[in-house]
């Protein structure tokens, strides 16, 4: 069973920095592409940031672009996001996700099999 576990999240200030980790539980598992998605209260979940199987290929939703980065380490199996020039839009439960399917950064949910249970992220004003 593969299990993606999230960590990182909290409270920032605005303008202020926050790093979320995920990282595959399952030691026989190979992440292909990886991404973060959002869902805000009363909203429908929105993707966030992806990453190509190899980290040459990045997807940036246009409200984060210049501001978030993604990355990976494959060896460790851990997708980070980190987040800076905060602001209370981005307050939202943030997932990490993975695929089984492409190695492509992909933008869409549709792409990603596997999902971490969501970890809490708030931009104080």
């Known amino acids: 069973q593969v299990q993606l576990v999230e960590s990182g999240g909290g409270v920032v200030q605005a303008g202020g920095s926050l790093r979320l980790s995920c990282a595959a539980s399952e030691r026989s598992f190979t992440p292909l592409a990886m991404a973060w998605f959002r869902q805000a209260p009363g909203k429908e979940i929105e993707s966030v940031a992806a990453?190509?199987?190899?980290?040459?290929?990045?997807y940036f939703a246009d409200s984060v672009k210049g501001r978030f980065t993604i990355s990976r380490d494959n060896d460790k199996k851990m997708v980070v996001l980190q987040m800076n020039s905060a602001k209370p839009e981005d307050t939202a439960i943030y997932y990490c996700a993975t695929s089984q399917t492409t190695i492509h950064a992909r933008g869409s949910s549709r792409a990603y099999d596997y999902w971490g249970q969501g970890i809490q992220v708030t931009v104080s004003s």
């Open positions: 990453i190509s199987w190899m980290g040459s290929n990045t």
